[in-house]
């Protein structure tokens, strides 16, 4: 079965620093999701991305994140200098439609310290 | 704001026990529920949706309206169910997102 591949698996950086989360979709997936999970916490939604443009996203998502499909193939969160709190399992997902079911990444665990 | 409550953080039982993995919601319109599980190392996955009205790997699951739940339900554990289970819901809106409970750890002992 194809997969959401999301890189890197590990991620530490400073306070203050920016990240980029990195995310590959299934290939004819038109649907991209950022959710994220503070350790103990629930799975949260971030944004969904359609057609080249944010469709929704939530109260989270603020002027410090933003996501980007560069090309084809990659599907990017970046979060511009991260906070202590900003430390999270980051999941990427894609859907080929709105309807359709979601298939999650790994998870890109980012550590900030 | 709709919201998903998973009232049990962990759940231990004994290999044939019964299972039910509760879930409730609040949610002014008409959302569409799912289950999904993370096993130890894996990637979070669909196991079910209400709609679909299927039995995967033994679980069911029946949306009550009426008490606005959405409980998971396996008449007989096995080991390899020992997993994270969350609940899902997604507005009828024409949007994908899903809102999530906290989850319950189902552990199956032998």
């Known amino acids: 079965e194809p997969e959401v591949t999301q890189t890197p698996s590990h991620q530490v950086t400073q306070m203050g620093q920016e990240v980029i989360l990195r995310c590959v979709p299934i290939?004819?997936?038109?649907?991209f999701y950022w959710y994220r999970q503070i350790l103990g916490q629930k799975v949260e939604f971030l944004v969904s991305?359609?057609?080249?443009?944010?469709?929704?996203k939530s109260e989270i998502f603020d002027d410090q994140f933003s996501v980007e499909r560069p090309d084809g193939s990659n599907f990017t969160l970046k979060i511009r200098s991260t906070k202590l709190e900003d430390s999270a399992m980051y999941f990427c997902a894609s859907s080929a439609g709105v309807n359709e079911k979601l298939f999650f990444g790994s998870g890109t665990q980012l550590s900030v310290l | 704001a709709q919201r998903v409550t998973q009232p049990e953080k962990l759940l231990s039982v004994f290999k044939g026990a019964p299972v039910e993995l509760k879930c409730n919601y609040s949610y002014s319109g008409s959302p569409e529920l799912f289950w999904y599980v993370q096993y130890s190392r894996q990637r979070l996955q669909l196991l079910l949706r209400?709609?679909s009205r299927e039995s995967i790997k033994g679980f069911t699951a029946d949306l009550n309206k009426g008490e606005t739940s959405f409980h998971l339900k396996k008449p007989f554990a096995q080991e390899e169910d020992s997993a994270m289970y969350y609940c899902?819901?997604?507005?009828?809106?024409?949007?994908?997102?899903?809102?999530f409970g906290k989850g319950t750890m189902l552990l199956v002992s032998p």
């Open positions: 209400h709609i």
């Open positions: 899902a819901l997604k507005e009828n809106s024409g949007y994908s997102t899903l809102t």
């Open positions: 991305f359609y057609n080249n443009e944010i469709s929704e």
């Open positions: 290939s004819n997936h038109l649907y």
